[in-house]
């Protein structure tokens, strides 16, 4: 299965920091058995939605992965990029994400991430935070495989 994970911050786009997020999730990625590229795309509207959809209609992966601009600021506009391109929602993986968020911090309230379904493509918002990433993976992953089935039939 191919997947995608997609790395949304101006300052790494810019080259002004190290990507840690990105990374921690593709390592999951290709440890659950998925082959598996890394992109990275400012805090711009329109060019995440122009990176989402070229991954899930033109290069057909099964995966696309998020992480980084779901928090509360103003530069944070992951979810509705998002929500502008899917045909349908998936909300189990962004109300599961959040509610393993929230038992590991108060914190975990404030990611505004989503998830739904392009043409045959799962998209999943993730924090940007390597440790929210590590938390959240293991109740995403175990679904992934069913998950694939199901869009195959789509």
């Known amino acids: 299965m191919r997947a995608a994970v997609l790395t949304i911050s101006s300052s790494i786009a810019r080259g002004e920091g190290e990507d840690a997020s990105g990374p921690a999730l593709v390592d999951l990625c290709e440890k659950a058995g998925l082959e598996t590229t890394h992109?990275?795309?400012?805090?711009?509207?329109e060019q995440i939605k122009?990176?989402?959809?070229?991954?899930?209609?033109?290069?057909?992966?099964?995966?696309?992965?998020?992480?980084?601009?779901?928090g509360l600021t103003p530069d944070d506009v992951t979810?509705?990029?998002?929500?502008?391109?899917?045909?349908?929602?998936?909300?189990?993986?962004?109300?599961s994400i959040r509610q393993e968020s929230?038992?590991?911090?108060?914190?975990?309230i404030l990611t505004r991430g989503?998830?739904?379904?392009?043409?045959?493509?799962?998209i999943i918002n993730f924090p940007?935070?390597?440790?929210s990433i590590g938390q959240s993976w293991p109740v995403v992953e175990p679904t992934l495989k069913h998950a694939a089935?199901?869009?195959?039939?789509?």
């Open 39 to 45: 992109e990275v795309v400012g805090d711009d509207r």
């Open 50 to 70: 122009i990176k989402l959809m070229r991954l899930a209609d033109e290069q057909g992966v099964r995966f696309v992965f998020t992480t980084g601009g779901t």
């Open 102 to 108: 929230r038992s590991h911090t108060p914190l975990g």
């Open 79 to 95: 979810p509705e990029a998002t929500r502008d391109v899917i045909d349908r929602d998936a909300p189990g993986y962004a109300e």
């Open 114 to 122: 989503v998830s739904g379904i392009r043409g045959r493509t799962l």
């Open 149 to 154: 089935a199901t869009l195959e039939r789509a």
């Open 128 to 131: 940007g935070s390597p440790k």
